[in-house]
C-alpha cells in the first residue's frame, strides 16, 4: 500500500475546530531512512507499521499496517529504545481532515499537521493555522523525532516561536 501526505508545522490555535483527540505512544524497532518498523498504541488499540523509504519529493511512501493485541504492543515496547508521546487532534477543513500531532517530553511544543491524500497532486485548502510546509524534511518524521532530543530539531510552532 501506498500513502501519500504532506506535512506542515502549525502556526496557530487549530483546537477549536477539532472534532477528537487521542494519546499515542509510539516506539520504533527500526528507524532508518531506508525502513521503519513501528509500535503504535492508542488506549486499548495497537498496530504494527512498516514504512519503507519517502519517495524523492517525500509525498509518499510504502506503508503496511496491521493490528496487534495491546499486550503484545506493550511487550514490544520494552524492545523500543525510541519513543514518542502525543496527542492527535483530527481537525476536519472544508473536504479534507488534518491530523494534528502536539508532541510531549523532548519535543514539547512541537506541533506538525499531516493530511493524507489520494494523488500526489490532489488540491486542498489551507486553514490559516497551517504554516510551513515540511513534507519530505527527515527532522519531523516521527522515526526521527523518536531518535532526537529537543536541542537537536530545529522547529517553530505555536509553543516555539
Known amino acids: 500500500m501506498i500513502e501519500i ?4 508545522l502549525v502556526k496557530g490555535d487549530f483546537r477549536a475546530a477539532a472534532v477528537r483527540k487521542e494519546t499515542i505512544v509510539q ?8 525502513r521503519t518498523v513501528r509500535v503504535r498504541i492508542k488506549g486499548e488499540a495497537a498496530w504494527i507499521t512498516i514504512k519503507g ?23 514490544m515496547m520494552q524492545l523500543c529504545d525510541n519513543r514518542i ?20 517530553g523532548a519535543h514539547q511544543g512541537l506541533i506538525v499537521a ?11 485548502e489551507k486553514p490559516g493555522w497551517l504554516g510551513e ?5 527527515e527532522r519531523y518524521y516521527n522515526a526521527y523525532l523518536a531518535t ?4 537537536q530539531v530545529a522547529h517553530n510552532s505555536v509553543g516555539n516561536k
Open 27 to 34: 516506539g520504533y524497532l527500526c528507524a532508518s531512512v531506508e
Open 133 to 137: 510546509e515540511v513534507t519530505g524534511d
Open 85 to 104: 508521546e502525543k496527542d492527535r487532534y483530527y481537525v476536519p477543513y472544508k473536504s479534507h481532515t488534518f491530523e494534528v500531532d502536539v508532541f510531549h
Open 5 to 8: 501526505e504532506r506535512k506542515f
Open 53 to 75: 523509504p519517502a519517495n524523492e519529493n517525500g509525498f509518499s511512501y510504502a506503508e503496511f499496517e496491521y493490528s496487534i493485541p495491546a499486550s503484545d504492543a506493550r511487550a
Open 114 to 124: 499531516e493530511l493524507e491524500l489520494q494523488s500526489e497532486n490532489e488540491s486542498f
Open 148 to 151: 532526537q532530543s529537543k536541542h
